[in-house]
């Protein structure tokens, strides 16, 4: 299983756009890159899954570069209700593989107004 | 949908006593995991389940018995409790071909004393 490295923490005032870098350079052919959000008292959420390139939905982007040994998670204009744990994991393609999810420690994101 | 539920949601154990978490989906998912918390960290694979009957070892197995009798049900047995599994626990569940996308319950935080 792929090591994924987050910073820590990271502060951001409101209304900003908000982008988590993800370090996995020993990421397989086989895996995807996937991000989940945690607020306080709470199970993780899936926001956002991909492969290479850019994925977008209503919540975030997701920005992986070629050689895929990074991700970037990109918030539009966060609010306050976006203060949480965001996890990046690395993991085999839907379907195969050892069917274990591993989470680091995340970063942990406070918007400020 | 209820989602996956969790019961209780908070217990208090002492040390030797077991129990049981329970974990319950109505989504029809073939893919159901225990995670643990702790302070700071990020979350821990306990056991995991790709289908009723089936059931394998996570990251951090020991001490937990799980067992998989039908779709909807997985609860985690706690044969001995000790100090070391105070912790939050969290149950998840998803398809089998998007097991990255999982969907988790809202926990059940465990102190032993």
């Known amino acids: 299983l792929a090591k994924t490295t987050q910073p820590i923490s990271m502060d951001s005032y409101e209304g900003q756009e908000v982008n988590i870098t993800c370090s996995h350079n020993?990421?397989?052919?086989?895996?995807?890159i996937t991000w989940y959000q945690q607020f306080p008292s709470q199970g993780p959420r899936f926001i956002i899954q991909?492969?290479?390139t850019k994925v977008t939905n209503e919540v975030a982007s997701l920005f992986i570069p070629a050689d895929r040994k990074s991700s970037t998670l990109s918030l539009p204009r966060v609010s306050l209700s976006d203060t949480a744990v965001y996890y990046c994991?690395?993991?085999?393609?839907?379907?195969?593989?050892?069917?274990?999810?591993?989470f680091g420690k995340g970063t942990k994101l406070s918007v400020i107004p | 949908n209820a989602g996956v539920t969790q019961t209780p949601k908070f217990q208090v154990l002492k040390t030797g006593q077991s129990m049981t978490l329970q974990c319950a989906q109505d989504m029809n998912h073939e893919y159901m995991s225990w995670y643990r918390q702790d302070p700071g960290m990020g979350l821990r694979l306990i056991h995991y389940?790709?289908?009723?009957?089936?059931?394998d070892q996570g990251e951090v197995p020991n001490g937990y018995n799980v067992s998989r009798s039908t779709t909807e049900d997985f609860p985690l047995r706690l044969l001995s409790a000790a100090p070391s599994q105070t912790s939050v626990y969290f149950c998840?569940?998803?398809?089998?071909?998007?097991?990255?996308?999982?969907?988790f319950g809202p926990g059940t935080r465990l102190t032993v004393l």
């Open positions: 020993n990421i397989a052919t086989n895996d995807y």
């Open positions: 991909g492969y290479k």
């Open positions: 998840a569940s998803s398809y089998m071909d998007s097991y990255n996308e999982q969907f």
């Open positions: 994991l690395v993991g085999d393609r839907p379907g195969a593989g050892s069917y274990q999810l591993t």
């Open positions: 389940s790709v289908g009723a009957g089936i059931t």
